[in-house]
């Protein structure tokens, strides 16, 4: 069994600051690991995913997140957040079907920027 | 390049009604299809994948159905729909691996517009 966990679902921050976005996940075998961003009335964009290797992946628009084995997390962070980065972000676990992999989606936290 | 196409992009129907949400992706063959299901509040929650014309494999019980009549097309339908379906619908595609077995490998999912659905 497995299920991914993002204990803040709303989170608030100012332009500028930095964010950091918290995922927790409980899986039997080595994850697969990734972060979507979905804007509003949009669908998902894959930010960035962790298969192996170096534990601090770096993805598009700036974030990156780090892989923690030992404490079965792998947050994300922007050091400085644009006005666009306002948005809904999921937390996501791959795990090996047939031919292809299924994601498990956590329940996704917002973000709003202020300025 | 790829494209993936979903609609309706809304939809209000009656408690009751039939329901068919249509997904065609474009530049790409023998893709991997799924179907979403986002509801208020929650993340995602897989309902369908389909590894290719008329296979269709269900994540869970539900009221909804799914087919691939075409490589490229991929439809979600009710018979009847509850209140419980409303929801934001989301499609998605990858590249099939071409060798199963691969662990090493991942195919992103690359996902629609979305169609969001509310039943009244």
């Known amino acids: 069994a497995q299920s991914v966990t993002q204990p803040d679902i709303h989170i608030t921050v100012s332009e500028g600051a930095s964010l950091e976005l918290r995922c927790n996940y409980s899986y039997g075998a080595t994850p697969y690991l990734f972060w979507y961003v979905q804007s509003p009335g949009q669908g998902l964009q894959l930010l960035l995913k962790y298969f192996s290797g170096d534990t601090l992946v770096q993805g598009i628009k700036g974030f990156e997140a780090e892989f923690k084995r030992s404490q079965s997390s792998f947050n994300l962070r922007k050091p400085s957040v644009h006005w666009s980065d306002a948005a809904e972000y999921f937390c996501a676990v791959g795990r090996r079907s047939s031919n292809d992999y299924k994601l498990s989606f956590g329940a996704g936290t917002t973000v709003t920027v202020r300025a | 390049s790829q494209t993936i196409h979903q609609w309706p992009a809304t939809l209000v129907q009656p408690v009751g009604s039939p329901l068919s949400l249509e997904c065609t992706v474009e530049g790409t063959s023998n893709p991997n299809l799924y179907w979403y299901r986002q509801a208020a509040g929650r993340g995602l929650q897989l309902l369908f994948y389909?590894?290719?014309?008329?296979?269709i494999s269900s994540e869970v019980p539900q009221n909804l159905s799914a087919s691939r009549p075409q490589d490229r097309q991929f439809i979600l339908s009710s018979k009847k729909l509850l209140l419980s379906d409303s929801g934001f619908y989301l499609c998605?595609?990858?590249?099939?691996?071409?060798?199963?077995?691969?662990?090493?490998?991942?195919?992103?999912?690359?996902f629609g517009p979305g169609t969001r659905l509310t039943v009244l």
């Open positions: 389909s590894v290719g014309i008329g296979q």
């Open positions: 998605a595609w990858s590249v099939r691996s071409e060798t199963s077995g691969r662990l090493n490998s991942y195919n992103e999912q690359f």
